[in-house]
């Protein structure tokens, strides 16, 4: 009998130690100043000391029903450990949707790395 469990390679998971977890975890992101946002996502970010950036997500009632945030919610998981390897390291997020925003994939892909990138260099001033 063969394994039919999908074979996951690094980076392409998307374990507990890549999620923000606990409240004090994103009050500390949220004490941070530095965000960065555009017409998909804003992103707040703090630095961390374990050299892996950890995702949090913000996904409000105003976004929509349950099943649109819901929806939201999968498609920036998705697009955040699918990049994994892009995105800077030693970062701390907290991603919530723009206002307005549509929950399209190819949007939240280009807007996750392209913002995680800026907030990086901010951070590194």
């Given amino acids: ?3 039919t469990t999908p074979q996951h390679s690094e980076g ?13 975890q994103f009050d500390a992101v949220y004490r941070g100043k530095h965000y960065a946002g555009d017409g998909v996502l804003v992103i707040r970010a703090i630095r961390n000391d374990i050299g892996r950036t950890r995702l949090g997500l913000s996904v ?3 976004v929509g029903n349950a099943v649109v ?3 939201w919610k999968r498609i920036i998981r998705e ?3 699918k990049q994994q390897i892009d995105i800077p390291r030693g970062l701390d997020i907290v991603v919530r949707p723009k206002k ?3 929950a399209d994939y190819h949007a939240v892909y280009a807007s996750l790395l392209n ?5 990086d ?3 590194s001033k």
Avoid: D, E, W
């Fill in 115 to 119: 913002l995680c990138k800026r907030l």
């Fill in 100 to 102: 307005g925003a549509v």
């Fill in 69 to 71: 945030r819901n929806r």
């Fill in 60 to 62: 409000s009632k105003k």
């Fill in 12 to 24: 392409n998971t998307f374990p507990n130690t890549a999620r923000l977890r606990h409240q004090y």
């Fill in 121 to 123: 260099r901010k951070l």
């Fill in 1 to 3: 009998m063969t394994n």
């Fill in 79 to 81: 697009a955040f450990r």
